[in-house]
């Protein structure tokens, strides 16, 4: 291994040991947000609840093959929000203090810095709280996955947050140009909450927006079908090929953006 | 008093329009930002594609849900971020040095938005007269008239409960995470995710009892036809009382607050 990826992975453990260090400063906030983190997901399950109490399969999907979904979608919002959110919110913050030129002056690469700046560990309720979902879910099913399916999903699982980064990273780089960018990371947040239905629930234009342009399936449902051993080599290739389509885009949107930033006071 | 303010509010509108016209990239990523209607329109319409669910066919999903669109975009407010920022940072205290009361200030400043908000909402709209044409309270004079007032309410009630809730910020740091809650209980028993009917029947009696309905769920069952004209007078009968109860109470917190308030930096 070249000693350039041993200085990252020695930064790593710098940045995160700080990080960590400014996460538990409060700690009492710990325990209160882990039990609004609760409350929210069971507030966020009643929609899925309501509609299961209607009908036993909508657009194809059972009760408990919807819940797969639902209970993976708050997974990968555990990640997001504990590991990736506030980082990069520091970064649009620092967009427009100017605080972001401190960041740029030290000798290592920028996005790193900006990416591993901050995490939220009591997310890990959310964490806990999906998995128990997930485990419901296929104890409703009555069988557990297979372990191969399970070794698939974790590669989508990697992908997907690789596909939520990237999507994180254009966001920001947007709030080069636009600067009250705390509405785009709304929007963002708003868009990726549609993640918790099959895709097969939604036609014409939000299918195709979900599919292509803000790649929701590929992050939730195929992985759950994944987990479910429906899924087929060719989407497992889609989801992949478009997860390292998207973190190309991501890095080369940042370094135009980075090329364009000019300081808040200048 | 009262003239000094009638001269001074048409200037106040044009100062608030102006701002929002300066904004205007943020404010569509605002309007963006509210897609889950579209999504739950998405959801339920797949839902109802076997046949109709209570009164709701696919066609009366899409009115719904396009008129909770509508609404939500015309009366929401984000009267606590502001606040909360203004007190948080300070700027509170140039407020307070005015002649006029901030809180008049404030209200003249999202007054302002309203017609940028009809105009960006306009298509929206006319899809809605397209699908749900005669069942619009617009034809009517007297159902016309309880539809702006019951708009009229819906703004004024959102308005007042986020001066309340931001108004906590002079006395607890945590004021955000208060509107959160409220925020998680208002998308749930007012309507904006699911129709309060398709709840289970005793959810729904206990949200007809409470404020959240009346902030969107009132006014656009008034607008798509759900509720006949005795009960819509009813509703907004109870709806003026919530908006008098705010306002008497947001004022009180205000005025406590104001006795503590000291300008951060000063």
């Given at each position: 291994?070249?000693?350039v990826?041993l ?11 700080i ?8 700690r009492?906030?710990f325990v ?14 009643v ?13 194809g ?14 997974l ?9 959110t506030?980082s ?55 069988h ?6 399970v ?16 999507i994180?990273?254009?966001?920001v ?11 785009l990371?709304y929007?963002f ?8 239905w099959?895709i097969?629930?939604?036609?014409g ?6 599919t292509?342009?803000?790649?929701l ?5 195929y ?15 889609l989801?992949?090929?478009g ?6 885009l991501?890095r ?7 090329g ?7 | 008093?009262?003239?000094h ?9 044009r ?22 209607p579209?999504?739950m329109?998405?959801?339920?319409t797949?839902?109802a594609a ?31 971020w502001?606040?909360?920022m203004?007190?948080r940072?300070?700027a509170?205290?140039a407020?307070?040095?005015r ?6 200030v404030y209200?003249a ?8 908000r ?23 004079p ?7 007032a ?10 007042f ?6 108004s906590l ?27 309060l ?26 607008l ?16 003026w ?6 306002f008497?109470a ?17």
């Amino acid at each position: 291994m070249p000693p350039v990826f041993l200085r990252y992975a020695r930064l790593l453990r710098t940045q995160l040991s700080i990080a960590s260090t400014l996460a538990m400063q409060y700690r009492f906030d710990f325990v209160l947000k882990g039990v609004m983190a609760l409350f929210w997901m069971a507030l966020t399950m009643v929609p899925l609840l309501v509609v299961y109490a209607q009908r036993t399969s909508v657009a194809g999907w059972t009760y408990p093959e919807a819940l797969v979904v639902l209970g993976w979608f708050a997974l990968l919002k555990s990640i997001l929000d504990g590991g990736v959110t506030p980082s990069l919110n520091m970064v649009v913050e620092g967009i427009r203090t100017g605080a972001l030129d401190f960041v740029l002056l030290k000798p290592a690469d920028a996005q790193f810095l900006v990416s591993t700046a901050r995490f939220e560990p009591w997310r890990i309720f959310d964490l806990i709280g999906s998995l128990v979902i997930l485990v419901y879910a296929f104890r409703r099913l009555g069988h557990a996955p297979a372990p191969a399916h399970v070794a698939a999903a974790f590669v989508l699982l990697a992908v997907a947050v690789l596909l939520l980064y990237s999507i994180w990273i254009l966001v920001v780089s947007a709030s080069f140009w636009v600067v009250r960018v705390d509405n785009l990371s709304y929007l963002f947040g708003s868009l990726f909450d549609a993640g918790r239905w099959p895709i097969d629930v939604f036609k014409g234009a939000l299918r195709f927006v979900f599919t292509f342009v803000f790649p929701l399936a590929l992050m939730t449902t195929y992985p759950a079908l994944t987990l479910l051993g429906k899924l087929t080599f060719g989407s497992a290739a889609l989801v992949v090929g478009g997860g390292l389509a998207f973190t190309a885009l991501a890095r080369l949107a940042w370094r135009g953006a980075i090329g364009f930033y000019t300081s808040a006071s200048s | 008093m009262m003239r000094h303010l009638m001269r001074a509010y048409p200037t106040l509108l044009r100062i608030g329009f102006a701002e929002m016209v300066a904004y205007r990239a943020e404010f569509l990523i605002w309007v963006l930002t509210t897609n889950m209607p579209l999504v739950m329109m998405g959801l339920w319409t797949a839902v109802a594609a076997d046949g109709p669910v209570g009164r709701f066919g696919q066609r009366e999903f899409v009115a719904y849900y396009l008129a909770i669109l509508v609404i939500r975009i015309l009366t929401s407010s984000w009267m606590v971020w502001e606040l909360t920022m203004d007190i948080r940072q300070g700027a509170l205290a140039a407020r307070l040095l005015r002649p006029l009361h901030p809180l008049i200030v404030y209200s003249a400043e999202h007054l302002a938005a309203v017609p940028m908000r009809m105009l960006v909402i306009s298509p929206v709209a006319i899809v809605l007269f397209v699908v749900a044409g005669p069942q619009l309270a617009i034809g009517d004079p007297v159902r016309l008239a309880i539809l702006l007032a019951s708009c009229a309410g819906a703004w004024a009630l959102l308005f007042f409960t986020q001066v309340l809730i931001g108004s906590l910020a002079l006395f607890i740091d945590s004021a955000l995470s208060v509107f959160d809650i409220w925020l998680g209980i208002h998308s749930l028993l007012s309507g904006y995710l699911v129709p309060l009917e398709l709840l289970p029947p005793w959810v729904s009696a206990v949200a007809h009892r409470l404020p959240f309905h009346y902030c969107l769920g009132l006014p656009v069952e008034i607008l798509i036809g759900l509720v006949d004209t005795p009960s819509a007078l009813r509703g907004l009968g109870l709806q003026w009382l919530y908006v008098g109860g705010f306002f008497v109470a947001s004022n009180l917190l205000w005025r406590a607050g104001m006795r503590r308030f000291v300008a951060f930096g000063a």
